[in-house]
């Protein structure tokens, strides 16, 4: 059975940092890619970031490109993101994927298998 589990979510206030992790604890996403997405209340889910399995391709949404950094420790089977200069607009649930292939995956159909989320939510 599938577990992602994401923990790192919190209250912060805006220009503050947040790190989400994802534990992988049945390694299913193991030569996989595997990406960050949001979904804001009354909002669909967007995308955010994306990794390949090796880590050596990335890929950010617009909105945050420049403030969040995805990586992974697949020895430890985890995958983070490292946001920085949190705005209120990143208020949301984040949700951890693993992708159907190896490479970057942008959309949530490429995706394969989701977490139940953590919620951030940034303070103005």
């Known amino acids: 059975q599938v577990q992602l589990v994401e923990s790192g979510g919190g209250l912060v206030q805006a220009g503050g940092s947040l790190r989400l992790s994802c534990a992988d604890s ?3 996403s193991s030569n996989n890619g595997m990406g960050w ?4 209340p009354g909002k669909e889910r967007q995308f955010v970031a994306a990794i390949s399995w090796r880590g050596g391709s990335t890929s950010y949404s ?3 490109k420049g403030r969040f950094t995805i990586s992974r420790d697949n020895a430890r089977n985890t995958l983070y993101l490292q946001m920085n200069s949190l705005k209120p607009e990143d208020t949301a649930v984040y949700y951890c994927a693993v992708a159907r292939s190896s490479g970057i995956a942008t959309t949530a159909g490429a995706m394969h298998y989701w977490g139940k989320g953590t919620l951030v939510t940034v303070s103005s």
């Open 26 to 28: 049945r390694r299913t």
């Open 62 to 64: 617009d909105s945050v």
């Open 37 to 40: 997405f949001r979904q804001a």
